[in-house]
Structures are given as C-alpha cells and as structure tokens.
C-alpha cells in the first residue's frame, strides 16, 4: 500500500533500451573534450564519443559489486562494460528518475550479480529489474526534488576545484617556477635539482612530515568516521564519503583534522586527503602530519601536487599493485624557502583549504539528506503527488 498516488512496478527490459560502450578503458586521456564513463566511480576524459542522448550510464563489472552509476545528457562514450540505458517512450518512464529509481537497487544488484574475483551484470538481471513506476508527473517532480540536491552538490564541487586549482596554482607559481613575492631580487644557484634561490635548500620530505601510526582501538574509536583508500577520491583533497571501522579487516589506525592522508597502493591514482576531522583509515594510506604549523597548507599542497604523484608513482615498488614506501618518499627532496615566505603561503592558502573543507562538509550533508528522501519519494512513502513543485524546463519537456 503506498501513501502517493496510484503506481506500479514493471521490469527495465520492458521500459528501456539497453546498449554498451566499445572503448578499452586505456581511452581515457586527461584533457579529452567528452566524458568518458567506465565502470569507475569516476568520470574520465576522452577525445571521442560515440553517444549524443540522456541516458543512465551502469557500470557493468567490479571486482567488489559496486556498480557506479551515472546520469548524462549530450556527447559522450563508454566503456565496452559499461551499459548506456535510456527510455523507450518519455510518457512512461523519464531518464532522470530511471537514474534516481535505480539507486535504491544497486545493493541489491550486488547480491544477485554474477562471477567470483569479478562481479558482472548480466543483461538478464537488468531486464528482469523491477522498479516503481508513478504516473510521468511524480516522477517529474522526484526528479526536481533530487536534482536541487544534487544541483548543491554540483556547485560546492565546482568551487572546490577552483579553490583548489588556485592553490596549485599558487604553488607552482612561488615555489616550482620560483616566481615568488620578491622573486626578482634573487639569485639563483645550482643544486642536484637544478636551480633554486639561494637562501632555499634542499629538504628531504621526511624533514617537513612525520608518519603517524596511532593504533586503532575497537573500545574508544569505533564511532569515528572511516576514510580508507576505496573511499578517497582522486585528485582532490576533499573527503566525499566515509564508512565505518567496522567495515575493515586489516589493520586501522588514527588520523587527526588537518592530517594529510597520501594513498601509497598505486600511487598514480592520485588520491590524497585533507582530513576534515579525527576518523580511521588503514595502512595502505600513510598518515602524515606537518612538523610545524607554519606548513600545513605548504604540506598538502606539495603531496597533492602532479609533480610529487609522478614522484612516488617512479619510486613505488611492485608491478601489479606498485606501493610507495614511506622510507622512500621521506627522501624527496623538495626546495624549502625561507620560514617568512611560507608563512605568507599559509595565510594565502589557509582560507582556501578551509573552505574546501568547509564545502565538502556540506556535500556530505546534503548527500545524507538526498540519501533519506530518494527511496521514499520512489516508493511512495512520501506523498507528492498533490504539492505543487516546479520543475525545471528540461524535466517539463
């Protein structure tokens, strides 16, 4: 029985189309003109697309069964395992709430997946999917209610990456190019990494960072928020999700706000973390703490930096899971200016990570929130067919 207007469940193979992408995941490169959907959490560049429609991009294949899932109107292209889906008659069923429909399923499309060290998504399993069905007008409006959330989300997104792209840039500018505040004034001399400003040195990274190892304990720590590898993102300092340490095996240790977390699996996955607050991770992240407050924001902008990821990717050791050890990325030498100089950096770019911070905490918010609402509006228990809500003109029409 369910409290919204009358509905119904049909299966996605009478609704939908089903098609897949052709492209190698080696497609994606960095600065591609199209969106590149694989069957990762995150959506790569590429320079072709194959596609020009709304449609719900399922990944079609992980190794743990989760399946990302994605929505996307215009050019784009896929990965040969990823399922581009679209509705077969717009007064039935819209794209935008099959994307919103499907999410409350993806658990349960985990369980019932196939394969053993690879989890796969048949075509049978996604034809034989039941989901509900409201008349086309509620589903319009699930959809506007949905999308405003995410419409936030997308916005604090956007102002992190600048924010964090201006204090890049700012890095690269002082301290890689050596165009700093007074740059002209100094002379430059040599040194085993070229040349840099005469009152810099040369400064091994384990010079600047400590390695933290505080142990985990189950009796005192088990509420706090976890950040483990899986759930970094890549190049970004902001933290998106966190899980419980229930959920790990290995071993858990501790982190504080304004630790840097640097995942060392794979290093050229570009995933390192601002901590916003105390939580656990494990030990495939090295948990690394400035030694003076003065280079905290100097801190995670240099291991953030492409330059350092390329670093620890040609350091790392191992073939198929390459591992950067923290004895060798203690080694780095990085050119150190004067304490007055990073001081102004700090104080520059403090704000900046403070607001990432800040932002990122939002977005959690407003995704629990989005979180509570979706498999309510979708099954009925919160009745909307009687409120008038607008609904955006790409959804009206």
Same mark, same amino acid.
């Not at 994606?28 to 959907?37: H, L, Q, V």
């Not at 794209?95 to 993806?106: F, M, T």
């Not at 070229?194 to 040195?201: D, L, Q, S, T, V």
């Not at 403070?354 to 919160?382: F, H, M, W, Y």
């Given at each position: 029985?369910?409290?919204?207007?009358?509905?119904? +469940?049909?299966?996605?193979?009478?609704?939908? !189309?089903?098609?897949?992408?052709?492209?190698?995941?080696?497609?994606?490169?960095?600065?591609?003109?199209?969106?590149? *959907?694989?069957?990762?959490?995150?959506? &790569?560049?590429?320079?072709?697309?194959?596609f020009?429609?709304?449609?719900?991009?399922?990944?079609?294949?992980?190794? /743990?069964?989760?399946?990302?899932? =994605?929505? &996307?109107?215009?050019?784009?292209?896929?990965?040969?395992?990823?399922?581009?889906l679209?509705?077969?008659? %717009?007064?039935?069923?819209?794209?935008?709430?099959?994307?919103? /429909?499907? #999410? @409350?399923?993806?658990?349960?499309?985990r369980?019932?997946?196939?394969?053993?060290?690879?989890?796969?998504?048949?075509?049978?399993?996604? $034809?034989?999917?039941?989901? =509900?069905?409201? @008349?086309?007008?509620?589903?319009r409006?699930?959809?506007?209610?949905?999308?405003?959330?995410?419409?936030?989300?997308?916005?604090?997104?956007?102002?992190?990456?600048?924010?964090?792209?201006?204090?890049?840039?700012?890095?690269?500018?002082? *301290?890689?190019? &050596?165009? &700093?505040?007074? =740059?002209?004034?100094?002379?430059m001399i040599d040194?085993?990494?070229?040349?840099?400003?005469?009152?810099? %040195?040369?400064?091994?990274?384990?010079?600047?960072?400590?390695?933290?190892?505080?142990?985990?304990?189950?009796?005192?720590?088990?509420?706090?928020?976890?950040?483990?590898?899986?759930?970094?993102?890549?190049?970004?300092?902001?933290?998106?999700? +966190?899980?419980?340490?229930?959920?790990?095996?290995?071993?858990?240790?501790?982190?504080?706000?304004?630790?840097?977390?640097?995942?060392?699996?794979?290093?050229?996955?570009h995933?390192?973390?601002?901590?916003?607050?105390q939580?656990?991770?494990?030990? !495939?992240?090295?948990?690394l703490?400035?030694? %003076?407050?003065?280079?905290?924001?100097?801190?995670?902008?240099?291991?953030?930096?492409?330059?350092?990821?390329?670093? /620890?990717?040609?350091?790392?050791?191992?073939?198929?899971?390459?591992?950067?050890?923290?004895?060798?990325?203690?080694?780095?030498?990085?050119?150190?200016?004067?304490?007055?100089?990073?001081?102004?950096?700090?104080?520059?770019?403090?704000?900046?990570?403070?607001?990432?911070?800040?932002?990122?905490?939002?977005?959690?918010?407003? $995704?629990? +929130?989005?979180?509570?609402?979706?498999?309510?509006?979708?099954?009925?228990?919160?009745?909307?067919?009687?409120?008038?809500?607008?609904?955006?003109?790409? #959804?009206?029409?």
């Amino acid at each position: 029985m369910f409290c919204g207007s009358h509905r119904t +469940t049909s299966k996605l193979g009478a609704l939908i !189309s089903i098609r897949t992408g052709k492209l190698n995941s080696n497609a994606a490169i960095e600065d591609g003109a199209y969106p590149f *959907f694989t069957c990762s959490r995150e959506v &790569f560049r590429t320079g072709t697309y194959s596609f020009d429609c709304e449609a719900v991009l399922l990944a079609g294949n992980n190794a /743990a069964g989760v399946y990302p899932l =994605h929505y &996307f109107s215009g050019k784009f292209d896929a990965y040969q395992r990823t399922y581009v889906l679209e509705t077969l008659n %717009a007064e039935t069923l819209l794209n935008r709430y099959l994307y919103y /429909a499907l #999410q @409350p399923k993806l658990e349960l499309l985990r369980s019932i997946s196939t394969g053993a060290a690879t989890k796969f998504l048949t075509l049978t399993i996604l $034809r034989d999917l039941e989901i =509900h069905l409201p @008349p086309v007008a509620e589903q319009r409006k699930i959809a506007a209610i949905l999308s405003a959330y995410d419409g936030l989300i997308e916005n604090n997104l956007r102002r992190i990456k600048i924010l964090e792209e201006m204090a890049q840039n700012l890095y690269r500018e002082w *301290f890689v190019k &050596f165009r &700093f505040p007074g =740059h002209g004034q100094a002379r430059m001399i040599d040194s085993p990494c070229g040349k840099i400003p005469e009152k810099w %040195a040369l400064t091994p990274l384990g010079k600047i960072a400590s390695l933290r190892k505080d142990k985990f304990d189950e009796r005192l720590n088990a509420e706090l928020p976890l950040l483990d590898l899986a759930k970094m993102r890549s190049r970004t300092l902001m933290v998106a999700e +966190t899980g419980t340490p229930a959920e790990l095996t290995t071993s858990r240790i501790l982190f504080q706000e304004d630790d840097i977390l640097f995942g060392s699996i794979r290093p050229y996955l570009h995933k390192v973390a601002l901590a916003p607050f105390q939580g656990v991770t494990n030990v !495939s992240v090295l948990v690394l703490r400035p030694t %003076a407050e003065f280079l905290r924001s100097f801190l995670a902008v240099l291991l953030s930096s492409e330059d350092t990821i390329r670093w /620890a990717d040609k350091h790392s050791t191992g073939t198929k899971m390459p591992v950067i050890k923290w004895e060798a990325l203690a080694s780095m030498l990085v050119p150190m200016p004067p304490p007055n100089l990073l001081n102004v950096f700090e104080a520059s770019v403090q704000p900046m990570l403070q607001t990432v911070k800040t932002a990122s905490s939002r977005n959690r918010n407003l $995704r629990r +929130t989005r979180d509570l609402l979706l498999p309510k509006l979708i099954s009925g228990e919160l009745d909307i067919s009687e409120l008038d809500i607008a609904v955006p003109e790409e #959804q009206a029409a």
